[in-house]
């Protein structure tokens, strides 16, 4: 019988559950279960309902059994950078607190105090985001110091649904790298930075690496869903899960496209030089020990945000259509810029830069929207030459990834920009590099070549060419 891998893939606005199966060398998908993801506020903080997120892992894994789907494992993957602290008796300390929750203001410059900017960035590599876990923590230290001392445990969320599952708790490699407290050489937590900072060392685990065969379900689940599974690591971090599926890595910058816009390129080593610090470039863990040399730009966020202040009245493709009618307008925002990771209004944010920087103010849905894509395209091309100047090397297309490839407009508007053929697809690139890496840790499939083989045999990518030759 072909064996079936699932992937929970949890992103900020929604989750699902995708089973994989591999047919005549090719990777099938069928979607199981789809919910909601959303931030609410508990309390002071905006925070992710990480309990009724475990509810729905386990409503997916039921209805997995109603579509008569026997898996061999589950792996799961999330955003990063958030976690819980759990207490002696494994009982949460903490909610997750969201990384959007401004716990971590001025946290940066405080850390900066005790350690400097440069010798932080050469030692983990990672680029500096004032929600980084090392931020959050740090706040926590500061205003909560009882509570970080009862902490015995420190899970990530997608280890914390594995600690649910199977009753291991163990930190996962890919998203453990996110939190800027991991030597990016000798890839453990960096226990001398943890020392600077005054962050109890003894709650942190054991780093393992995607395709580890974490453990089976407890006792209770089999008894509850019917049937056991392994619990796989894939690449927890959802952005470590969606570079597996960029088919073509040479020559190729990817896009993976969602909630945020991850911009970069593969590599075998870190990259931590000051222009790679001065360009915020980071230096996530991937898979096998590579790199994920990238940057973060705000994504799609901006306009998911801009949809829910016009109260929902505007689909998605509608937003798309207008802003391609407003032809005649151009106003360019710094979508980088912190003022835009969780504003009060994102329409009046926007309205405000333009005011503050003496351009035009968008003034209809579709002029608001096509600043966004023309902001988002704009920062994408200089990512692009910043990339292309650290390597000194040009590079030949963008692969963008994931749900965000559909935007038609903005994959044309970035062939334009930056004057380079556009790849789009997968469009499921997460949950497939999720599943690629169970079917890896099985031994269905031999290395990552052959994934990034199957991968390219599976799944329709459409293609962009730049509509005018830009002078650079
Ligand atoms: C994308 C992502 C990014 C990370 C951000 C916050 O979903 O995981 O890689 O920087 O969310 O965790």
Known sequence: MTKSCIAVDIGASSGRLIAGTLEEGKLKLNEIYRFENKIVKKGENFCWEADRLFEEIKTGIHKCREMGIQPESIGIDTWA???LLLDEEDKPLTEAVSYRDPRTDGMMEEVFDLISKERLYLET???????????????????QPELLKKAKSFLMIPDYFNYLLT?????????????????????????????????????????????????????????????????ILPATHDTGSAVISVPEQDKTIYISSGTWSLIGVENRFPICITKALDYNFTNEG???????????????????????NYNDAYSFSKLVELAREATGFNAIVNVNDDRFLKPENMIREIENYCVETGQPVPATPGEVAKCVFDSLASSYKEAVDQIEEIFEQNFDRINVIGGGCQNEMLNQLIANVTNKEVFAGPVEATAIGNI?????????????????????????????????????
Request: avoid cysteine; glycine fraction near 4%; charged fraction near 30%.
């Open 167 to 231: 009753g291991q708790k163990a930190n996962e490699y890919t998203n453990a790298t996110s939190t800027q407290l991991v030597n990016a050489f000798t890839k453990k937590w960096d226990k001398e930075l943890l020392d600077i900072l005054g962050i109890n060392k003894e709650m942190f685990h054991e780093i393992k690496t995607p395709k580890t065969v974490l453990g089976t379900l407890s006792e209770e689940l089999v008894s509850e869903f019917g049937f056991d599974m392994k619990v």
């Open 286 to 308: 991937g898979i096998d020990y590579q790199y994920r040399f990238l940057k973060n730009i705000m994504g799609l966020w901006m306009i998911q945000e801009v949809k829910r």
């Open 81 to 83: 950078v958030d976690f």
């Open 125 to 143: 590599g990672i680029q500096f985001q004032k929600f980084n876990t090392i931020y959050q923590l740090y706040s926590l230290k500061k205003n």
């Open 436 to 472: 690629a890496a169970q079917f890896l840790a099985l031994r269905e499939i031999e290395d990552i070549r052959e994934a990034r083989n199957m991968i390219k045999n599976s799944f329709e990518v459409k293609r962009y060419f730049p509509e005018q030759q830009l002078v650079k």
